[in-house]
């Protein structure tokens, strides 16, 4: 088992948004970074943003020039996914939220897999044990959630499948120790902690509005000045993506089978009309 504070080889699979946040936490915190993407651009975009990540981070003072310059050349980019796994002491895959995309690439990463190499996704709302069992590892295999932005957001779901072992289990709690981060164990359960409380919350919030509880800046205003929360569930919704919401409480409905999780038919025509918040500019509310 490896030392919180050793330096490890970390392989991360998809350089999107998540991906490219998880390098560099990855890097920041002393290890050796392979970043890996099917495209091209999107491994140049995962550079571009833990660079413009970085230098947010050097004018507010958290991190010097030196530092930052650091973090960007301990991640590396490469195509070549099984050099790049088979190198990993640490495998995260952070691709396309598709079961049959994360199938593909679990085969590879199984037959490529060095032995002992930790092996984790990051999925958000498929089954951690479904996906252990696409690499034929499923006793070093789990989830390894975060949050983002990742080099900001303190918290890793770090979510035990079905057939993850005890000592697995602990060394990714180890692991996510030692990024700086806190890491809460859960069972492989929908939407693990987090989202299986924030988006019924969310979605409950769309019902609100769609039976004329009161308009959505008020229903917002209400949450955030009577329950001293930050953002009102319906900007939280527009900041997450109304298709990424949608997405997730389908999700829940189709695991659970439990009407608590109806998707709000007024988010859905919402998605389908391209109001998918922040990101088109317009959701619940507009953006400039
Ligand atoms: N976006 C979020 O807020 C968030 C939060 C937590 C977890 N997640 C999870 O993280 C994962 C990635 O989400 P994202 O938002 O970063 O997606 P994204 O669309 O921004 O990035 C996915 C990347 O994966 C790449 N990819 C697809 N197939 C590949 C393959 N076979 N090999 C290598 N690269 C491949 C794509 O080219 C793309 O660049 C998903 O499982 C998602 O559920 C997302």
């Known amino acids: 088992m490896s030392d919180t504070s050793t330096p490890q080889a970390v392989t991360v699979l998809g350089a999107g948004t998540m991906g490219a946040g998880i390098a560099q936490a990855c890097a920041a915190a002393g290890h050796a970074v392979t970043l890996v993407d099917a495209d091209e651009a999107a491994l140049e975009r995962g550079r571009a943003a833990i660079a413009s990540s970085l230098a947010r981070l050097v004018r507010k003072g958290t991190l010097d020039e030196a530092g930052a310059e650091r973090v960007q050349a301990a991640v590396r980019t490469s195509h070549d996914r099984s050099a790049a796994v088979a190198a990993a002491d640490v495998v995260i895959e952070a691709v396309t939220e598709d079961l049959d995309v994360k199938r593909a690439l679990w085969g590879e990463i199984g037959a490529h897999a060095a032995p002992g190499a930790l092996l984790a996704t990051n999925t958000s709302s498929l089954s951690v044990t479904e996906i252990s069992g696409f690499g034929g590892h499923a006793e070093r295999t789990c989830g390894l959630h975060f949050f983002n932005p990742v080099p900001v957001l303190p918290l890793v ?27 809460i164990v859960c069972r492989d359960t929908p939407g693990f ?6 988006i019924p919350y969310v979605n409950d919030a769309v019902h609100a509005l769609a039976e004329g509880v009161a308009e959505a800046a008020d229903i917002d205003a209400a949450m955030t000045l009577g329950a ?13 993506g109304l298709d990424v919401t949608l ?17 709000a038919p007024l988010l859905r025509r919402m998605v389908r009309a391209g109001k998918l918040g922040r990101k088109t500019g317009e959701g619940f509310h507009r953006y400039a």
């Open 157 to 183: 779901e770090v979510v035990r499948g079905e057939r993850t072992s005890d000592a697995t289990t602990r060394r990714a709690v180890d692991f996510a120790t030692g990024l700086g981060k806190t890491p």
């Open 193 to 198: 902690i987090v989202n299986r409380l924030l």
């Open 228 to 240: 001293n929360l930050p953002l009102g569930p319906l900007a939280l919704a527009d900041l997450i």
């Open 247 to 263: 997405a997730a409480i389908e999700s829940l409905h189709r695991e659970t089978g439990d009407g608590r999780f109806r998707p």
